[in-house]
């Protein structure tokens, strides 16, 4: 202790005493304001000097800066206007004389905002006269070059939550960190706070963005870390408008709305990402240390993964060396690894379960929305993850300009599965950013083909205090070890779910639990749908999830290689043993010893039985075979052969027409045309018809959904097709599969040539043991008991008869007409099994 407080005086000494003084410029500094000048022009003692000449606004220069350090400007004046609207003028510093929606205020090319190797600093002096939550604006311009369109470069600023962010407008990712509410760097009214953003050139590299926030009377002679984040590619090497204290945008009137409720002093920009110890709190003789890119790493840039933690079903669990030791699963397992790798080289990492879920997952950072399917006893059937990392493609700058979009999922619910748990989740740690979710809902379509919606308060429209953001919608609560970074906000009518992370040593989350109906034996899949908006920025550590892990030897795995043609950089694995149960002692085996001889015996015969099947399924295929070819022989003699007939008469009819009657040529060739036409659309739908690869029920929908789009092409017929998102991959018999799309080919020429201008809908589902498609428009209609004695209609039942089907026909004058075409399963799929 003796020689701690001697340390700890002349630190404070250095800061209480005035030593903090003006920056002198160094190799690499670009640019250097002291902004003591009474006003515009600001000098610039940079390596690319450029003077600041617009000070707009009512913002006004020659105000009392730090002791030692001159004068500043002051931006807590305005122009007019209502704060938090798109007319508010709040001061600014230009680096032009006046703001333009065109390229007058872009500053020149060569004015320079980084390094060669795309590195930079941005740093200021600031103090406050407004808090951030108290002004009544979306954000406080610190530093920015935020022009029109192509002119938009990034935002150094304070956010109203209290958030420090740097946003490259014309890159992916960003830094968000919460600014210090308590302690010796707590934001308040009257001090002086140093902040900065420092970028290393490392594109797309975890952390290359660092953010400082320092209180200068604290006594710390180096900044103070708050957060990090990241960027995927540097800086534009264009030029923007570039302005202190606000934005400079001049585009839809909103160019001046984010003044800084304070004073700005001793701006710099430099070349190079400055480490801790290279600010002006740090004495002079002793800055200049740089900080390593990327922070640790293996040899040669090679990555390095280790474990952070370990959750067993949702509770930390202490992970020993060389792996772990479970009690009797089934487990779901949780696993946090960090990746850290230096030099500028893009990872993929793959993670799986080695001896049990052999599959390789891809594995990327970020927030994530968690579906969770339970069993009668709350256990995890399954998992399914859906990643919300990046920015999303409604996300601008902040929440006020965003949008909120729409985004479809499907989830399969296994068999035994009674409840549904969602969990909006911030992910790890050490992620940060903003994810805001509204409307979501879960939807069923029943066997009856109609749509069920299983999930209440899909809008949050219901539950306590939801005009606060500590507000609670019904059904749901938070967790995490910040639980207070789930938020709600308003981006409508009504709140939203949010998260805001803005700490990188805490995470937070959503959830709520709803029960499932009784779904039929198999399983079914769901429609998860949501809408969303996201700007989120991954560290360091991952997490992957394995539900039900039963007992057995394991090991989790993880590979992290580059996507650069470089070979694989790094591996890992981690031993899991999860114990067998007490039944595994020698009465036990002596019993499996006697049911494994019963299952011998009973396989033997199971074996005889199926050998016997398949020598009758291998005379079943033949006969089909044979089917098939007469099948196609026919409609080759029926269909081409008439159509090659008619080509051939009006040719004739054509060439004669020329000597006798010439007006009659153009018909007959108009014919010949048509003709033709028809014929390579026939040709077209047999080769469909006969190709193995199309087997299949999916493929079957892909072909009606495709035929929708080509009869009605160009036709005043408005059509809609609703067809399940996912079918099973069953194989369809040939002549069934043939004779059910030529039937609903005729049934779509039916309404193209006879209903008129009219809506039509296409539908086809899975309704118990059948197989319905359903063609039905608003057209004319007609009397089925006058008007339906065409061959069409005939057509359409006989070829369902032939396959075991059925056709029902429901029309009407003026009320249009309905085609419902029913086929047992059994009679369409090549193995009736698949459909049990």
Request: glycine share 12%; charged share 25%; aromatic share 6%.
């Amino acid at each position: 202790m003796g020689g701690l407080l001697p340390m700890v005086t002349a630190t404070r000494l250095f800061a209480e005493t005035g030593a903090i003084r003006p920056y002198e410029t160094d190799d690499s500094t670009l640019h250097l304001w002291h902004l003591d000048e009474a006003g515009p022009p600001f000098r610039d003692e940079g390596r690319r000097p450029f003077a600041l000449r617009g000070l707009l606004n009512r913002a006004e220069a020659g105000e009392p800066s730090l002791a030692g350090m001159g004068e500043s400007v002051t931006f807590h004046r305005n122009a007019g206007g209502a704060r938090g609207t798109r007319e508010f003028k709040g001061g600014i510093l230009l680096a032009m004389p006046r703001l333009a929606a065109g390229s007058e205020d872009r500053v020149p090319d060569d004015f320079g905002v980084m390094g060669d190797d795309g590195a930079f600093t941005y740093e200021a002096l600031v103090k406050f006269d407004l808090l951030p939550a108290e002004s009544g604006t979306v954000a406080l311009g610190v530093i920015t070059m935020d022009g029109e369109q192509e002119e938009r470069c990034f935002n150094f600023r304070v956010e109203k939550g209290g958030f420090l962010a740097f946003i490259p407008l014309a890159s992916r990712g960003g830094a968000l960190a919460a600014i210090p509410a308590s302690g010796p760097h707590a934001i308040e009214r009257g001090p002086w706070f140093h902040v900065a953003v420092t970028y290393d050139g490392n594109e797309g590299a975890p952390n290359n963005l660092t953010l400082y926030w320092t209180r200068l009377d604290s006594g710390e002679t180096e900044a103070h870390l708050i957060g990090r984040g990241s960027m995927e590619n540097d800086l534009p090497a264009r030029t923007g408008d570039f302005a202190i204290g606000n934005e400079a945008r001049s585009e839809f009137g909103i160019g001046e709305a984010e003044p800084f409720d304070g004073w700005i002093d001793e701006v710099r920009i430099s070349s190079v990402a400055r480490s801790p110890n290279d600010f002006l709190l740090t004495p002079p003789e002793k800055r200049g240390a740089r900080e390593v890119p990327g922070g640790s790493s293996g040899a040669d840039g090679q990555p390095q993964i280790r474990l952070t933690g370990l959750r067993m079903d949702g509770e930390p669990w202490n992970a020993g060396e060389p792996g772990v030791v479970l009690p009797p699963g089934p487990h779901r397992l949780d696993f946090d690894f960090e990746v850290r790798q230096s030099g500028q080289r893009a990872l993929e990492v793959l993670t799986r379960m080695k001896g049990g879920d052999e599959r390789w997952r891809d594995n990327s950072p970020g927030m994530v929305m968690v579906c969770e399917v339970l069993d009668r006893e709350e256990s995890v059937l399954s998992v399914v993850q859906f990643p919300l990392s990046g920015a999303s493609r409604g996300w601008r700058t902040t929440l006020e300009d965003s949008q909120l979009v729409l985004r479809n999922e499907p989830l399969q619910v296994p068999d035994g599965g009674t409840a549904l748990r969602l969990t909006l989740s911030s992910g790890a740690d050490d992620t940060t950013g903003v994810v805001v979710c509204d409307d979501l809902r879960v939807l069923y379509r029943r066997p009856d083909g109609r749509a069920e919606e299983l999930w209440g308060n899909s809008g949050f429209s219901e539950g306590e205090r939801l005009d606060e953001p500590d507000g609670v919608p019904k059904g749901w609560s938070r967790s995490g070890s910040a639980p207070t970074i789930g938020r709600l906000v308003t981006m409508g009518d009504n709140p939203s779910l949010a998260l805001i992370d803005g700490d990188q040593a805490a995470s937070g989350a959503w959830s709520r639990t709803e029960p499932l109906p009784d779904f039929p034996v198999g399983g079914v899949t769901l429609l998860l749908q949501w809408r969303e908006v996201y700007n989120v920025i991954g560290g360091n550590i991952r997490r992957v999830t394995f539900p039900r892990v039963p007992a057995g030897e394991y090991a989790f795995e993880v590979a992290a290689s580059t996507v650069d043609d470089v070979p694989l950089t790094d591996h890992f694995l981690f031993p899991v043993r999860i114990r067998t149960p007490f039944w595994s002692r020698p009465w036990f085996w002596a019993l499996v010893v006697a049911l494994v001889a019963t299952s011998i015996a009973v396989g033997v015969i199971g074996d005889l039985r199926r050998r016997a099947e398949r020598r009758l399924a291998a005379l079943e295929i033949k006969n089909a075979l044979a089917s098939d070819r007469a099948r196609i022989a026919r409609d080759m003699h029926d269909d081409l052969g008439t159509r090659i007939t008619l080509m051939t008469m009006n040719a004739a009819l054509a060439q004669r027409a020329q000597q006798n009657d010439p007006p009659q040529v153009v018909r007959h060739l108009g014919n010949l045309s048509r003709s033709a036409r028809e014929l390579v659309e026939s040709m077209e739908s047999l080769v469909w018809s006969v190709d193995p690869a199309n087997d299949s029920l999916d493929q079957f929908a892909e072909r009606v959904t495709r035929m929708v789009e080509e009869v009605f092409q160009d036709s005043g017929v408005r059509a809609t097709v609703d067809v399940p998102l996912v079918l099973p991959d069953w194989p369809l018999k040939a002549a069934a599969r043939h004779h059910l799309v030529f039937a609903v080919k005729e049934a779509l020429h039916n309404v193209l040539r006879h209903a008129g201008p009219c809506d039509a809908t296409l539908s086809l589902k899975l309704s118990g043991s059948h197989l319905m498609v359903e063609i039905e428009d608003r057209g004319v209609g007609f009397d089925p008991s006058v008007d339906g004695r065409g061959n069409g209609l005939g057509n359409l039942k006989h070829r369902l008869e032939r396959i075991g089907g059925t056709c029902i026909i429901e029309s009407g004058h003026g009320r249009g007409t309905k085609v419902s075409m029913g086929c047992p399963l059994a009679e369409l799929l090549r193995n009736p099994d698949d459909a049990k």
